[in-house]
């Protein structure tokens, strides 16, 4: 399976398999991950937190860029405006222009590609030590863009005049850029590849890139992760068991603790065992609560055995070498049992009182 990824200000998306997976941080710092079907909700929503970080400057370029270019062409004036291609050359031109925040999403999101072995959070520290040059990077067409409008309008300048040239040049260009995105990796382009790549990879250590901080390749790890969750579902969940009519809820209380991690932080641990608690309940089997201390499962009793096995090897899954689990389990035979009705009736209680 293809994989590619795209780094944003606050955090990064990997997409593959007919799935889209993101990973950023909040304005309090607090990371959050989701992974959806790509389509159009899912690019609205990707397109909607892009826009949301991006820094004003950016905004402000972009909005005085596309001023430039149309307003002359609705307002009459003796200026026609900027030529309609510039704003290709700033959409090329923006990985040169690429905020610090940004640059080392985008060396966490290269690191994740090139590191060797499982991604996760227990091999921070290895994939941390990863290459930064990726060569599928964008970057390269970047290159091949700004190549091909240098060569193309040069060599067309000596038969029209220059200007011409650089229109017919700064179109094409887009069509040589799509052909070396199909064709690149053929045998017959090796050498132009080669030729592109020694750019490309200067370019990417000097300039779009720079060495992420361990909350940066976090959230590439929880992206990469999200989207393996979702496009390889077989590799992380076993098959279910059955489920049997007429069974009675039971409640568990869980505490899952990985012992002798690279950080003191265990969110990353809770998110990914959310990742498949979320998978169950979205297939109706459990409901649950996550509390700050623990997590609350409602589920019949075959069904919440196979979860609570699930989770605690969650860690394990991650790259964890130990983890201590605590189960407390609440199972009423007499009448139903469910975490709504124990707190209902409490409250009633409460009322009585």
Known sequence: ?????????????????????????????????????????????????IVK??????????????????????????????????FFY?????????????KKYHGAEHKVFSAKGRICTERLQAIKRADIRNRGCSTGLVVVYFLSVFLLSGSLSLFTPFQQALM????????????????????????????????????QLHVTTKEP????????????????????????KKRRLPRKENKGMAIA?????????????????????QQVLDHYEKEKQIRYELTPMSTLIEAELPVLFEVIQKIHEAPFEQGALR?????????????????????????EKRIEQ
């Open 1 to 49: 399976m293809r994989i590619s990824g795209m780094s944003f200000n606050a955090g990064i998306f990997y997409s593959g398999a007919g799935f889209l997976a993101c990973a950023y941080y909040d304005e309090q710092g607090k990371l959050h991950s989701w992974a959806k079907p790509a389509g159009m909700q899912a690019y609205l929503q990707a397109g909607k937190l």
């Open 53 to 86: 970080t991006m820094p004003f400057r950016f905004v402000a370029l972009i909005i005085a860029l596309l001023c430039l270019i149309i307003v002359p062409k609705i307002i009459p004036t003796s200026w026609n405006g900027l030529p309609v291609y510039t």
């Open 90 to 102: 700033l959409l090329f031109a923006g990985h040169f222009l690429f905020p610090e925040p940004l």
């Open 168 to 203: 017919v040049s700064s179109y094409a260009a887009l069509a040589v850029v799509a052909l070396y995105q199909l064709f690149h990796r053929k045998p017959w382009l090796k050498g132009l590849e080669k030729s592109v790549l020694v750019l490309s990879y200067w370019l």
């Open 213 to 236: 901080d361990e909350n940066h390749l976090q959230c590439a790890i929880s992206a990469y992760q999200q989207l393996g969750y979702v496009a390889f579902p077989e590799n992380i």
């Open 253 to 273: 209380d869980v505490s899952i603790i990985p012992i002798g991690t690279s950080s003191t932080s265990v969110s990353a641990y809770v998110a990914y065992i």
């Open 323 to 347: 983890t201590a689990t605590s189960i407390r389990i609440d199972d009423r035979r007499d009448q139903p049992l469910t975490m709504d009705g124990k707190r209902k009736s409490v409250q």
